[in-house]
């Protein structure tokens, strides 16, 4: 059993930055796979935003390429999603995902809000 623990969002205007963080409780070297979903208001499915697998580059969706920047730190159990230049778009809650022994495992999500 993984558990994720997202962190670090909020209300931030249009061109702004923001940092999530996602805290896994196992060691991360055990994870196939890491990922930054968005649900955006009225969707019901999850959009992805970065990934990345255990030894791999991170990948990117062409909407945040350039902006968003997918991390992880093994020695603090953390994967990080650095987000820049925001748009009114980006409105949605912010959802890690892990894969780990071929299981799928999910935070509880952060929201995050760009308005001005």
């Known amino acids: 059993q993984v558990q994720l623990v997202e962190s670090g969002g909020g209300l931030v205007q249009p061109g702004g930055s923001l940092r999530l963080s996602c805290t896994v409780s196992i060691n991360m070297f055990s994870l196939e796979y890491m990922g930054w979903f968005r649900r955006t208001p009225g969707k019901a499915a999850r959009v992805l935003d970065a990934s990345i697998f255990s030894g791999g580059q991170p990948n990117y969706a062409d909407s945040v390429k350039g902006r968003f920047t997918i991390s992880t730190d093994d020695n603090e159990n953390t994967i990080t999603l650095q987000m820049s230049n925001l748009k009114p778009e980006g409105t949605a809650v912010y959802y890690c995902?892990?894969?780990?022994?071929?299981?799928?495992?999910w935070g509880q999500g952060t929201q995050v809000t760009v308005s001005s």
């Open positions: 995902n892990d894969l780990y022994r071929h299981t799928n495992y």
